[in-house]
């Protein structure tokens, strides 16, 4: 994904004053910035969810995009929210998803209402339906909120797969936790991205 210059205002409110990245295939990103930086506008942008006011986005390939905002009918079940996007993406079966399922522990939760499960729980399937058409760019939006210790794990395991069969996975957020399991770190501050350090002992090593 190659992004240029790219703008954004809310009326006179400049919230990107010229974005520029470059995310690579087998690259495991974060974008850290404060409350109110701008990493929410920017995402949607890169998801295509609206058009910057200046600017180029370039996808190779297709895409999952995983909101903050968790999207789903909380009278469909886990299993009907599956069949649903299977048909929207022209999915054959649901293979991908049950592997994303199992590597999140959510299988048991296949025949409940989405208005039943728990915040976590809700945040797993928002991950899987970004997830399970197997795209080779992830663009997630605060994925982990709302989930325990252990499944937090489990997302970075997953993450990790996910960067080392080839696949470009950006994770948005407030807070930098987990540098060391990135390749790449920006900070947007001031509508800019600003490089940071990440994962020293690669370097090094380098």
């Known amino acids: 994904m190659d992004v240029r210059d790219v703008h954004h205002s809310y009326g006179r409110h400049a919230v990107l004053r010229g974005v520029d990245l470059d995310l690579r295939p087998g690259v495991l990103a974060g974008i850290v910035g404060e ?7 920017l995402l949607k942008i890169l998801s295509g969810e609206i058009r910057p006011d200046r600017g180029a986005v370039r996808h190779r390939g297709e895409f999952g995009y995983c909101p903050q905002s968790v999207v789903l009918d909380d009278s469909f079940t886990v299993r009907q929210h599956l069949d649903f996007f299977k ?7 649901l293979r991908r998803a049950e592997e994303v399922l199992e590597a999140l522990d959510c299988t048991a939760y296949l025949d409940r209402r989405a208005g039943l499960l728990s915040g976590g ?3 797993k399937l928002n991950l899987t339906l970004a997830l399970m058409h197997d795209p080779d760019v992830l663009l997630l939006d605060e994925p982990y909120q709302g989930f325990d210790w252990e499944t937090y794990l ?4 997953l993450a990790t797969r996910l960067r080392d069969a080839g696949r470009s996975v950006l994770v948005v ?4 936790y987990d540098v060391d399991r990135l390749d790449e770190l920006w900070r947007l501050e001031g509508g800019r991205l600003h490089r940071r350090e990440s994962r020293p002992e690669k370097e090094t090593a380098a």
């Open 35 to 41: 409350n109110g930086a701008g990493k929410s506008t």
């Open 121 to 123: 729980t809700r945040q």
């Open 173 to 176: 957020s407030h807070l930098a």
């Open 154 to 157: 489990r997302f970075w395991e």
């Open 87 to 93: 048909s929207a993406f022209g999915l054959t079966d």
